[in-house]
């Protein structure tokens, strides 16, 4: 079967046409060797039929990522690991609030301010250079879901109520920039359109081009827990309920897989892994 002919079904169930590139350049996203990626893009396409899941190309995919390097597959599955930091949304909020923090920011998260008309419940703060950034974020745990017109519209709404009373108060030390819409999924047409007219900063998993969350978090490092390959549901959840967020945060709580129980050989194969994964150099 020809590849341009290959239909293939999103988890939203829109169907699209495979693209091999597209699969080619997630694997390369990881740093594996093209020799690696050319092997497993071989073994793939074998099993490819008409209608196959994306979902079902990528868990092939991450199986023989794994079998290679067990950090290169924790890097490809950063866009399902953000979904795994749900069900709730607070775990994603501490996840841009650490990522803001390794961009120079200072951060607080669930921070209640006083609007024009009422107060408002502001998911994370962050302060630089004098200026406060208010930021929203917008977590889907389902795949398939985007953020609609609807959400920037309220978000910005929100944001004029606080803006309207920050500049009625003479003690205010910094300025109130823009404010921020983050998603862990993409932006709809209409919401995009909406934002960027109204100046909300509007960050998504790939949006801005070169600058959207996976972008970032590649540049920097700065995957979230439940990236790893070597912990279990049970481990990620107990570290996320510590506030441990990024993996690069275990190297210096470590303690906390001894608390989990974790022997001393396999403490060392994951705190491994997320040393070559961040890239830290011991």
Not at 15 to 31: A, H, I, M
Not at 81 to 91: D, K, M, N, R, V
Not at 132 to 144: A, N, P, R, V
Not at 196 to 217: A, E, H, Q, T
């Amino acid at each position: 079967m020809e590849n341009k002919s290959l239909d293939i079904t999103k988890s939203s169930g829109e169907k699209v046409k495979f693209s091999l590139d597209k699969l080619r350049g997630s694997l390369s996203r990881t740093g594996a060797e093209k020799q690696t990626v050319d092997q497993i893009i071989d073994k793939v396409r074998d099993e490819l039929y008409q209608g196959i899941s994306t979902k079902e190309i990528y868990n092939r995919a991450f199986a023989l990522l794994k079998k290679k390097k067990s950090y290169l597959a924790s890097k490809y599955k950063l866009k399902k690991a953000i979904y795994e930091l749900g069900p709730t949304g607070f775990p994603f909020e501490r996840f841009v609030s650490a990522i803001l923090k390794y961009s120079g920011y200072k951060t607080q998260t669930n921070t209640t301010l006083q609007g024009k008309c009422v107060t408002h419940e502001i998911d994370v703060i962050a302060h630089k250079n004098y200026e406060t950034t208010l930021i929203e974020c917008k977590f889907h745990s389902e795949e398939g879901l985007n953020c609609n017109v609807k959400i920037p519209l309220y978000i910005n709404s929100r944001y004029n109520d606080v803006k309207a009373h920050w500049h009625t108060n003479s003690k205010k030390e910094t300025s109130l920039g823009k404010g921020w819409l983050v998603t862990n999924t993409r932006f709809t047409e209409d919401a995009l359109q909406y934002g960027n007219c109204c100046g909300l900063y509007l960050l998504s998993w790939d949006y801005p081009l070169n600058n959207g969350i996976k972008d970032r978090v590649d540049r920097l490092g700065l995957y979230p827990i439940t990236v790893s390959t070597l912990l279990t549901n049970r481990e990620k959840q107990f570290l996320l309920s510590r506030d441990v967020v990024l993996c690069r945060q275990l190297i210096g709580d470590a303690f906390y897989l001894d608390h989990l129980g974790v022997s001393d050989a396999r403490k060392e194969k994951i705190l491994g892994e997320i040393k070559a994964l961040c890239n830290i150099q011991t």
